[in-house]
């Protein structure tokens, strides 16, 4: 606003350039997976949009050689710098819970094994993880050692989500 001679803030909006971070860290709520020893690919991106970070995660591998599916739901890690504010989003930890509508920050996609749907949603498990889960038609599943695990040939997930970080400012 002016009122033709001074200029008056009336907000800002804090972003900044892309980021890529390379190797997703995998962890589970019982034993963490082992992922593929050949990747094509395995990273994020994130950049900042005023108090929200906005992620992608990439993981793609053609083959299950040096897999291990680990045990109970998949968790997926955050950037270090950043502890997600969950007094603005609340998280779900519920371990298999086959309905994560709670803490839902975007959209998840798998490819690559048959037998699970192609995409989800990306829910908030805790302020540094996020986990994933599918739609069948008849019921939600869990990204989990059991379900669209890592131990399988030709596998992809791809998430893209937008969390509110603690200590951001707009």
Known sequence: MSDGSNWIIIGKNTSSNVTTISGLTIGATTTAPTKATIRQQDFLTWSRQ???????????????????????DYLFQMPSNMLIDTTLVTPNTT???????????????????????????????????VRFSMYTGTVNIVVSSSFASLNVDTLMYGADFKVPIQDWQP
Do not use: C, D, W
């Open 50 to 72: 005023g108090k929200y970070a906005l992620i992608h995660m990439e993981y793609v591998a053609a083959s299950s050689a040096g897999r291990t599916a680990g045990s109970g």
């Open 95 to 129: 371990v298999g819970s086959p309905y994560l509508m709670s803490g839902v920050v975007g959209t998840f996609s798998n490819a690559g094994n048959t037998n699970y749907y192609p995409g989800g949603s990306v829910s908030v498990y805790s302020t540094s993880q």
